[in-house]
């Protein structure tokens, strides 16, 4: 793979910015591909900005507008509680068919610039019951977009198969622990870094960097 193009999917956030040094590491040449569908904190955007400039990767930036008329929920619209699924019920923060369009669009884009590896921070083992971050869907993905293209992709889940600690631990392996602590935006409430500590992804976030940081000792 080091001597391969990969395209990855980038939020800014804590999880495909570990994804983002993974693939910097492990492949030739990297860019990076951010979707504006009028998320709920426009600091995003800016933040991905930011991180690509300082990692000296190309960024593109695709307005996805459209995705926000579709599916209204607690990304796109501040008048939408943040809840976690009750009950066997989705979470409010789940954005249907959000992971399904942006590996389609990292697709296009990765046949536009010859790149042959596609990487996504999903994870099955904290995917907080989004069934677009399932093994699974994944894979029956990369057959479709292949057979759409006629071409041969390989969509790279760093993280899929394993938990909130691991990826600070991955992170930490990559030398990148401190960057992902201090320069990313996981929080739902658009707080950079360690976050607000009360919305779901914080929570989740914090949880896994104490139990990591606490491993060490």
Not at 54 to 62: D, G, M, P, Q, S
Not at 87 to 109: D, H, K, W, Y
Not at 113 to 140: L, M, N, Q
Not at 168 to 193: E, H, M, P, S
């Amino acid at each position: 793979m080091k001597q391969d193009k990969a395209v990855v999917v980038f939020s800014g956030g804590q999880d495909s910015t570990t994804c983002l040094f993974w693939a910097i590491k492990n492949f030739k040449e990297v860019e990076v591909i951010t979707f504006d569908y009028g998320q709920r904190h426009a600091l995003e955007i800016e933040c991905a900005k930011q991180i690509a400039q300082e990692l000296n990767v190309r960024h593109h930036i695709l307005n996805m507008s459209l995705l926000n008329q579709l599916a209204p929920n607690a990304l796109t619209r501040d008048d939408i509680e943040i809840k976690e699924g009750e009950e066997g019920e989705l979470p409010s923060t789940f954005v249907p068919g959000r992971n399904l369009v942006f590996l389609s669009f990292a697709g296009i884009l990765a046949s536009q610039i010859g790149a042959k590896h596609i990487v996504t921070g999903v994870c099955e083992t904290d995917f907080s019951g989004y069934p677009d971050c399932r093994d699974i869907f994944v894979k029956s993905l990369n057959v479709t977009l292949n057979l759409s293209m006629d071409t041969s992709f390989v969509i790279h889940t760093p993280l899929m198969w394993i938990n909130k600690e691991e990826t600070w631990a991955l992170a930490d392996q990559l030398g990148a622990f401190d960057f992902v602590r201090q320069k990313t935006l996981t929080c739902y409430n658009g707080i950079i870094a360690d976050g607000c500590g009360e919305c779901p992804a914080c929570k989740l976030r914090l949880q896994g960097m104490e139990a990591y940081v606490q491993s060490l000792k």
